[in-house]
């Protein structure tokens, strides 16, 4: 779920929100969350793939294609989209954070992929070469964006004419609660108020129409959105408290007003709310997910 990527904390809530310390406060956050991120890969491709490969098709990523990933995050999707460019294709993946890069850089050259380039930047501020991309991608990093039409407007930019962006967030909190339950429990934990509209947060396009009129905002045309059922499977709620403990920085930002004992009184709390989500098979949170499209003219 890494471009701008989620810090949830006071400041989003608060009338001072500042962009500049939103930003320095992410890249900090996937920093530190970078090697937990990567080693929780195969749950996140497990959980992520399908939603991914609806992505890839509806971005008309194919052999040859000019790839750009924004908030590519430790490389998953990036993997996937360089296998169905092939040889002749390229990808260069962004983010936010240049530690996390290094990690989706070292996926690609144990997987033999020669195609994979990486650049760490801003996803506000991608300073690519205009119309050089026949396709562009972000896994769960949209919504994480301050900025979001000035974000997309960048892509929009990068892409050749008839070039197609394709791009995934959540839906609305009562579709995925594996992730909303903890949110609104450290939110009341922590007296949080939630984020005001259009602030950055998992949940902020996820809302009937949004993601749609936002690709339609940033002159997309062409554009659809498909909903993805995104069940996050593990053996039991004690370890999706885990993942979420160690590769979620987004809570522990939301978290940070608290003390040790508060922090800790938060996360049994959650550990008890998620276990509602455990039967003979293990854990199965449920999760909805978005995958949004569009043509740049």
Known sequence: MPASRGVRGRQLSAPSFDPRHYKEK????????????????????????????????????????????????????TLAAARRAGPSGRVVATDISPRILEFAAAEARAAGLTNVDTHAVDGEELAVEPESFDAAICRLGLMYFPNRAGALAGV?????????????????????PFFSLPVSIIQRRAELPPPAPGLPGPFSVGGEGVLGNELAGAGFVDVEVRRVEAPVRLASAAECVRFEQESFGALHQMLAGLDDDGRAAAWAEIAETLAQFEGADGFTGPCELLVGAGTRP
């Not at 929009?156 to 995925?176: E, M, N, Y």
């Open 26 to 77: 992410t890249r900090e956050q996937w920093q530190t969350a970078a090697e937990a991120w990567h080693r929780w890969g195969p749950t996140l491709e497990q959980w992520l793939g399908e939603a991914t490969e609806e992505m890839l098709v509806l971005a008309r990523v194919e052999p040859g294609s000019r790839v750009l990933d924004v908030a590519a995050g430790t490389g998953g999707q």
């Open 156 to 176: 929009r930019d990068a892409l050749k004419p008839g070039g197609r962006f394709a791009g995934i967030v959540f839906s609305t909190p009562d579709r995925s």
